[in-house]
Every structure is written in C-alpha cells, then in structure tokens.
C-alpha cells in the first residue's frame, strides 16, 4: 500500500523557471493538501482541497497554483520561481470532508526537496 | 483564529531518561491536538490526538500527552527515551477545518 506518493524528491530550478509537484494518494480520502515546511516555522499550508473539483487557499498560497485533477491526484504548480520558495514541499490527505469536525489525521508523503537558484 | 508554541526548539535526553516536550495553545473553539513526529528525510507521522474523550491520551511507541484546558498545554511526555525517538516532533491545533502546526521540537537522544 503507497499510501502517499509525491514526485520529484528533489528538484533545482533556476529563478523564473515553472515547475509542477505531483501527488497521488491510494487511501480514497477526500481532502489533499501542499504545506512547505521551512526551518524553525513548522509546516505551513499552501493550498488544500476538501473534495474533487475544489480547491481552498492556505496560509500561504502566493506564488503557487494547484489543481485537483481526480480523487486520487493534487498537483501544486510554480509559474515562475524564486529564491523565497526554496523549501520542503509535503503532500498530505485525510478523510475529512466539508461539513464534517476535522479530526486531523494527515497522511504524509515523504516531501519534495526544492532548491531555486 | 487558533495557534500553537512549542516552547523548546531544541531538547536533548540522555537514552532511558524521560521526555518531555512542551506545546501550548490557543483557540476560538473546542479544539482537537495532535502530536506529530518526522524522522529525517521523511514525512510526518501521527504520534497521538485529543479529540475531546479522555484528557490523558496514549499513542504509539510509548508516547502520551495530557491536554489541560485550564493550562491550554498538551505537553508529550514519554517515560523512558529510545534512540529511535531523536526526531522532529510537531505539535497541531485544529478548531473544526483549520489546522495550525508549531514550529517543531527537536529531540535529540544521547547514548
């Protein structure tokens, strides 16, 4: 069972350049979210989606795009990068749906390393 | 709006000696906590979570954690320290669909 996968681990980009994170989950869980997580600030939430066809800014969604493309699947989208979004990219589902008490079980992928020169 | 302060960055323990790693809160509404830990070059792992039963909540790998509403902590203790347990370890705060993680608590074992 893969649970969480996301592709690349790693990935070095020059400033300006795009790239996409991918993720896919085999739990069916209804919701999907991309957090970075950056020394000494803990993991802070991009952007998430609650259910296909949905998707919610976070905390910190400047910079990013994202796109629910079936239940399985959540990709995070840089259209031009820069230095400040050199970080670790994290994927996580959960069974919550909207309307529901979120109970808070994540399951992780094992992140994405991003460096932007 | 809900937070959350870990208040050590950084703790270290000597292997068999207890741990004890602080989280503090603050939020709008009833909440659930959760405690997560990250292994080097890994993803994060629920450890435990309160979701307003028990105040005294067991998780796994021998790790608890008491929530006290009058305090506003959920400190995670563990009896006896492993060298498997140096790792990362995040403290959440969640009020119904946000989710707010801490800035993380290093812990280190020493042999």
């Known amino acids: 069972n893969a649970g969480v996968t996301q592709t690349p681990k790693f990935q070095v980009l020059k400033t300006g350049q795009s790239m996409t994170l991918q993720c896919a989950q085999d739990?069916?869980?209804?919701?999907m979210y991309w957090y970075r997580q950056d020394p000494g600030m803990g993991l802070r939430l991009i952007y998430y989606?609650?259910?296909?066809?949905?998707?919610d800014k976070g905390e910190v969604p400047n910079g990013y795009n994202v796109s629910r493309l079936n239940k399985r699947e959540f990709s995070l989208r840089l259209e031009s990068a820069a230095p400040s979004q050199t970080s670790v990219y994290f994927c996580?589902?959960?069974?919550?749906?909207?309307?529901?008490?979120?109970?808070?079980?994540?399951?992780f992928g094992e992140g994405s390393r991003l460096t932007v020169l | 709006a809900q937070s959350v302060t870990q208040l050590d960055s950084h703790v270290s323990v000597s292997e068999g000696t207890p741990v004890l790693l602080r989280c503090n809160y603050s939020?709008?509404?009833?909440?659930?906590l959760f405690w997560y830990v990250q292994h080097p070059n890994k993803g994060l792992q629920l450890l435990l979570k309160?979701?307003?039963?028990?105040?005294l909540v067991k998780g796994i790998n021998g790790f608890e954690a008491e929530f006290k509403k009058s305090e506003t902590s959920f400190h995670l203790t563990k009896p006896s320290a492993h060298m498997s347990d140096a790792a990362e370890y995040f403290c959440?705060?969640?009020?119904?669909?946000?989710?707010?993680f801490g800035a993380g608590t290093r812990l280190t074992v020493k042999p």
């Open positions: 739990m069916n869980h209804n919701s």
């Open positions: 959440v705060v969640s009020d119904y669909s946000n989710m707010r």
């Open positions: 309160y979701t307003s039963a028990a105040t």
């Open positions: 939020s709008s509404y009833s909440p659930s």
């Open positions: 989606s609650a259910s296909e066809g949905t998707t």
């Open positions: 996580a589902s959960s069974p919550w749906s909207r309307g529901e008490s979120n109970t808070g079980e994540l399951f």
